[in-house]
T-cell receptor, first 113, second 113 residues
Framework: AQSVTQPDIHITVSEGASLELRCNYSYGATPYLFWYVQSPGQGLQLLLKYFSGDTLVQGIKGFEAEFKRSQSSFNLRKPSVHWSDAAEYFC???????????FGTGTSLTVIP | DGGITQSPKYLFRKEGQNVTLSCEQNLNHDAMYWYRQDPGQGLRLIYYSQIVNDFQKGDIAEGYSVSREKKESFPLTVTSAQKNPTAFYLCASHLGQAATEAFFGQGTRLTVV
């Protein structure tokens, strides 16, 4: 069965520090992978996506993610966090057929000055 | 601008009442989804529709109903049979083709009083 695991429920980083949010997935074929961000009381906004090709993908707001097939991972990174990055982050897998999406339980990011 | 509109943003319901949440999209997307979000549980799929006049149950469909009479619209009714309806509800749409992402509305927070 398809599943997405985000092992870190909550992460706190200092402003200006680097960030890595972990995501592991279980999927029978090559997955389509996504990272979304959610501010409190808002919908989800797409940060970046991976479908094929270069395993390091760039997204909006200075985020990047790397697909590692051998580790079934798609970790999100940012070299220098800004206070405005405080939010909930969701990793998701999309089916190649069937149009279903599977979401992790999210990682809440707190940024301290 | 194209997008997904959910209304209302906040909704209060008395116990025993049915209530309908609106979701409209002008992205010309074939697929639409309803998710429920509770703290620490990520997004759980309630219902989805891949084409007009057709929809399927998701993981937590009990106590909910939907219709898809128009491509643009996918309303969700929370019935009195839903035992714990207080939650944040998110509507999403998808082009219906592989290797594309889901787009989300801004959500409706439903509170039972």
């Amino acid at each position: 069965a398809q599943s997405v695991t985000q092992p870190d429920i909550h992460i706190t980083v200092s402003e200006g520090a680097s960030l890595e949010l972990r995501c592991n997935y279980s999927y029978g074929a090559t997955p389509y992978l996504f990272w979304y961000v959610q501010s409190p009381g808002q919908g989800l906004q797409l940060l970046l996506k991976y479908f094929s090709g270069d395993t390091l993908v760039q997204g909006i707001k200075g985020f990047e993610a790397e697909f590692k097939r051998s580790q079934s991972s798609f970790n999100l990174r940012k070299p220098s966090v800004h206070w405005s990055d405080a939010a909930e982050y969701f990793c998701a897998v999309g089916e190649q057929t069937g149009n279903q999406f599977y979401f992790g339980t999210g990682t809440s990011l707190t940024v301290i000055p | 601008d194209g997008g997904i509109t959910q209304s209302p943003k906040y909704l209060f319901r008395k116990e025993g009442q049915n209530v309908t949440l609106s979701c409209e999209q002008n992205l010309n997307h074939d697929a639409m989804y309803w998710y429920r979000q509770d703290p620490g549980q990520g997004l759980r799929l309630i219902y989805y529709s891949q084409i007009v006049n057709d929809f399927q149950k998701g993981d937590i469909a009990e106590g909910y109903s939907v219709s898809r009479e128009k491509k643009e619209s996918f309303p969700l009714t929370v019935t009195s049979a839903q035992k714990n309806p207080t939650a944040f509800y998110l509507c999403a749409s998808h082009l219906g083709q592989a290797a594309t992402e889901a787009f989300f509305g801004q959500g409706t927070r439903l509170t039972v009083v």
